[in-house]
């Protein structure tokens, strides 16, 4: 028989365990293979970042106007800050640009306020998303309103219009999106095979079909004066394939779902659309939140396609730019400084949405 | 037989509890299918308002398909169900009526993981019964404190004992003021030293006079606040009497083998 009641008083984990040297030993060192490869990756890193270095900054031409002001090895940044304009705003006329920089600003204010969560009024915040900045981004950018000179949205460009048809599709998409999952799950044999139909044309279709097809065939079968602008014909599109896409991550969702919470709603006499909307749709986009944030991505990068129906996204406004023969050797830094855009907004989204699902995660499911 | 077994019974209500007269739920001739498959076979029962009947059989009996039929988690194809007076139809608005004042209380809990404990008691009195938010929320520290864990109201579920999920989700069909609670096997997914804290709660309530309808193997709560314990196999209902005489007489052989087989381990 063992009797013990000393209380064994606690100590600190042994030094090899804590601290930078812990964390080397357990991350980068815990095996032999495994400091092999930690080797290996930093002489990748060694041979690697040097160069890049040294031609991205050290080497580089940063002032100027003109490709003359580059006459060092590196990189000619002067071409990214002498079609800065371009890049920003595309063809946007230049006594207007004003009304383009006060839809960056409100766009920026309007966003910090929604997805912050420190913000007071967040609820007031997603309204104002949803209806009052989409409506006086439209006065605003294309105008005739008030006084405001009308620019065709053929003129709009560059990053603005990259952020413009990004917003729209994410916005729109959204909630069509989680309208077509529970209609593919619905009971209704009418309404799910209308949405499973739906969802698999739209998702099977490359988006530059899509593109295409609204563009060139769309007016074909609208009756003869009604008129719908090329770039609206581009945000239905595009909105339309990221609504099947999204549909196929939430109902991903929604299977994952506990049959128990469906249940446990049902039995305490919520209506389908009360249970939906306060017990299953939020922890449905709470895991779908990889899924939805991948599609985001995805479709922000997609808008480039644009370019087949002859508006100037970001990736147009640049790959214009390296046609120019006053701009001769220069599509490296256009192609790389422009990636480098993409992977900025990209990656700005992809941490968001890592710390959005921290914060939401409440503990283990019950 | 039946009549005797009546008879009986209802000595032993008067004796033990005073179980009202009006009925409370009823249910005739009740049979159900899924696919080919005959899982319910002509149930008759009928609960007076106040009365506590436990259901026991084997796995698989129909035990858990019955009680979600009663809240129409389950769509029974033959027969009537009257709950609190109304009968059971496809009309959305007549099965959300019912489902007000009939609360279920799960094997699994089913708490709703994204709301605290208080959100979750207080979300159905908000939504369905329309009332004031600061009003649901007194509501729900009441039943809380009832089931001893005031302390935990703005924990989220995942961070809660089995036992305390369990009691938290007996608060939350309380917080609707139901008129007939459901069990379903409420703590056979609890470790042992839980079962105890959400049986006590389950008394109470029993205690208080609530009408009950609880699935449980738990034969101790059986004899304590049972006015009739069902025995169903099959999907019938075989043996229907009074605590004491199921267990010290059972009458079919299906019982007595089932008795024996969970009473002697
Ligand atoms: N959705 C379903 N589809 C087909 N068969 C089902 C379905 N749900 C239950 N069953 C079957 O119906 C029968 C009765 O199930 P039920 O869950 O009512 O049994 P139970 O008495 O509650 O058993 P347990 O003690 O295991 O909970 C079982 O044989 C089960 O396999
Ligand atoms: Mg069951």
């Not at chain 1, 239905?236 to 896409?245: D, K, N, T």
């Not at chain 1, 050797?329 to 993409?342: C, D, L, M, Q």
């Not at chain 2, 159900?32 to 506590?52: M, P, Q, S």
């Given at each position: 028989m063992i009797v013990n009641d000393k209380n064994i008083p606690s100590r600190p984990a042994p030094a090899s365990t804590r601290g930078i040297a812990g964390w080397l030993r357990e991350n980068l060192f815990s095996t032999p293979g495994n400091s092999v490869l930690t080797f290996m990756g930093l002489a990748f890193l060694v041979w690697a970042i040097p160069p890049i270095f040294q031609w991205a900054v050290l080497q580089a031409d940063f002032i100027g106007v003109n490709k003359e002001a580059c006459t060092s090895e590196g990189a000619c940044w002067v071409f990214v800050s002498a079609r800065f304009q371009q890049f920003m705003y595309g063809f946007y006329p230049d006594t207007e640009l004003w009304r383009v920089n006060i839809f960056?600003?409100?766009?920026?204010?309007?966003?910090?306020?929604?997805?912050w969560d420190k913000m007071p009024r967040r609820t007031w915040g997603g309204v104002w998303f949803l209806t009052g900045f989409p409506l006086t981004s439209f006065i605003l950018l294309h105008g005739g309103f008030l006084g405001l000179e009308t620019v065709e949205t053929h003129k709009w460009g560059g990053l603005m219009l990259t952020l413009v048809l990004s917003l729209v599709g994410m916005v729109i998409a959204l909630p069509i999106g989680i309208l077509l999952a529970l209609g593919?799950?619905?009971?209704?044999?009418?309404?799910?095979?209308?949405?499973?139909?739906?969802?698999?044309?739209w998702r099977g279709v490359p988006l530059i079909t899509i593109l295409f097809m609204a563009s060139v065939m769309l007016p074909l079968f609208i009756p003869g004066d009604i008129e719908l602008d090329k770039l609206a014909r581009a945000m239905i599109g595009i909105s339309l394939f990221e609504a099947a896409l999204i549909a196929e991550v939430i109902r991903g969702g929604l299977q994952a779902m506990p049959k128990g919470q469906y249940e446990a709603a049902d039995a305490m006499g919520?209506?389908?659309?009360?249970?939906?909307?306060?017990?299953?749709?939020?922890?449905?986009?709470?895991?779908s939140i990889p899924g939805i944030v991948n599609t985001f991505v995805q479709l922000f990068k997609d808008t480039s396609l644009v370019l087949i129906i002859g508006l100037f996204d970001?990736?147009?406004?640049?790959?214009?730019?390296?046609?120019?023969?006053?701009?001769?050797?220069?599509?490296?830094?256009?192609?790389?400084?422009?990636?480098?855009?993409?992977?900025?907004?990209?990656?700005?989204?992809?941490?968001?949405?890592?710390?959005l699902e921290r914060k939401l995660d409440t503990g283990h499911k019950s | 037989m039946h009549a005797e077994v009546e008879e009986k019974e209802k000595q032993s209500v008067s004796l033990k509890h005073m179980a009202g007269t009006e009925t409370m739920i009823e249910?005739?001739?009740?049979?159900?299918?899924?696919?080919?498959?005959?899982?319910?076979?002509?149930?008759?029962?009928?609960?007076?308002?106040?009365?506590?009947?436990?259901?026991?059989?084997?796995?698989?009996?129909?035990?858990?398909?019955?009680?979600?039929?009663?809240?129409?988690?389950?769509?029974?194809?033959?027969?009537?169900?009257?709950?609190?007076?109304?009968?059971?139809?496809?009309?959305?608005?007549?099965?959300e009526h019912i489902r007000k004042d009939v609360g279920m209380v799960f094997q699994h809990f089913n708490l709703f993981p994204h709301l605290t404990v208080l959100e979750n008691c207080t979300l159905a009195p908000i939504w369905v019964r329309k009332m004031p938010r600061k009003e649901t929320e007194e509501i729900a520290m009441k039943y809380l404190e009832r089931v001893k864990i005031p302390d935990q109201a703005n924990k989220y579920p995942g961070q809660l004992s089995g036992g305390q999920q369990q009691r938290v989700a007996i608060a939350r069909s309380l917080c609707m003021n139901p008129e007939v609670m459901l069990f379903d096997e409420p703590t056979s997914a609890l470790d042992p030293e839980m079962i105890k804290e959400v049986l006590d709660v389950m008394i109470e309530l029993?205690?208080?006079?609530?009408?009950?309808?609880?699935?449980?193997?738990?034969?101790?709560?059986?004899?304590?606040?049972a006015n009739r314990v069902i025995f169903m196999d099959g999907g019938q209902i075989i043996e229907e009497n009074a605590p004491e005489p199921f267990f010290n007489s059972p009458q079919s052989e299906r019982t007595q083998l089932f008795l024996s087989q969970i009473l002697s381990h």
């Amino acid at each position: 028989m063992i009797v013990n009641d000393k209380n064994i008083p606690s100590r600190p984990a042994p030094a090899s365990t804590r601290g930078i040297a812990g964390w080397l030993r357990e991350n980068l060192f815990s095996t032999p293979g495994n400091s092999v490869l930690t080797f290996m990756g930093l002489a990748f890193l060694v041979w690697a970042i040097p160069p890049i270095f040294q031609w991205a900054v050290l080497q580089a031409d940063f002032i100027g106007v003109n490709k003359e002001a580059c006459t060092s090895e590196g990189a000619c940044w002067v071409f990214v800050s002498a079609r800065f304009q371009q890049f920003m705003y595309g063809f946007y006329p230049d006594t207007e640009l004003w009304r383009v920089n006060i839809f960056f600003a409100q766009m920026t204010a309007v966003l910090v306020w929604v997805l912050w969560d420190k913000m007071p009024r967040r609820t007031w915040g997603g309204v104002w998303f949803l209806t009052g900045f989409p409506l006086t981004s439209f006065i605003l950018l294309h105008g005739g309103f008030l006084g405001l000179e009308t620019v065709e949205t053929h003129k709009w460009g560059g990053l603005m219009l990259t952020l413009v048809l990004s917003l729209v599709g994410m916005v729109i998409a959204l909630p069509i999106g989680i309208l077509l999952a529970l209609g593919r799950r619905s009971d209704m044999p009418a309404v799910s095979s209308f949405c499973t139909v739906f969802i698999e044309i739209w998702r099977g279709v490359p988006l530059i079909t899509i593109l295409f097809m609204a563009s060139v065939m769309l007016p074909l079968f609208i009756p003869g004066d009604i008129e719908l602008d090329k770039l609206a014909r581009a945000m239905i599109g595009i909105s339309l394939f990221e609504a099947a896409l999204i549909a196929e991550v939430i109902r991903g969702g929604l299977q994952a779902m506990p049959k128990g919470q469906y249940e446990a709603a049902d039995a305490m006499g919520l209506s389908y659309w009360q249970g939906m909307r306060l017990i299953i749709m939020p922890q449905v986009l709470k895991i779908s939140i990889p899924g939805i944030v991948n599609t985001f991505v995805q479709l922000f990068k997609d808008t480039s396609l644009v370019l087949i129906i002859g508006l100037f996204d970001l990736l147009a406004v640049m790959q214009a730019g390296i046609t120019d023969v006053n701009w001769p050797n220069i599509s490296i830094e256009a192609f790389v400084f422009t990636g480098f855009v993409f992977w900025a907004f990209c990656f700005g989204m992809s941490r968001y949405s890592v710390a959005l699902e921290r914060k939401l995660d409440t503990g283990h499911k019950s | 037989m039946h009549a005797e077994v009546e008879e009986k019974e209802k000595q032993s209500v008067s004796l033990k509890h005073m179980a009202g007269t009006e009925t409370m739920i009823e249910l005739r001739g009740v049979n159900k299918w899924y696919g080919d498959f005959h899982v319910l076979k002509d149930i008759n029962l009928t609960v007076r308002k106040g009365e506590r009947i436990v259901v026991c059989g084997p796995s698989g009996s129909g035990k858990s398909t019955m009680i979600r039929c009663i809240n129409r988690l389950e769509e029974h194809q033959e027969g009537i169900i009257d709950v609190n007076g109304v009968t059971l139809t496809n009309d959305l608005k007549n099965i959300e009526h019912i489902r007000k004042d009939v609360g279920m209380v799960f094997q699994h809990f089913n708490l709703f993981p994204h709301l605290t404990v208080l959100e979750n008691c207080t979300l159905a009195p908000i939504w369905v019964r329309k009332m004031p938010r600061k009003e649901t929320e007194e509501i729900a520290m009441k039943y809380l404190e009832r089931v001893k864990i005031p302390d935990q109201a703005n924990k989220y579920p995942g961070q809660l004992s089995g036992g305390q999920q369990q009691r938290v989700a007996i608060a939350r069909s309380l917080c609707m003021n139901p008129e007939v609670m459901l069990f379903d096997e409420p703590t056979s997914a609890l470790d042992p030293e839980m079962i105890k804290e959400v049986l006590d709660v389950m008394i109470e309530l029993a205690q208080e006079g609530m009408t009950m309808i609880c699935v449980t193997h738990e034969m101790g709560f059986a004899r304590t606040v049972a006015n009739r314990v069902i025995f169903m196999d099959g999907g019938q209902i075989i043996e229907e009497n009074a605590p004491e005489p199921f267990f010290n007489s059972p009458q079919s052989e299906r019982t007595q083998l089932f008795l024996s087989q969970i009473l002697s381990h």
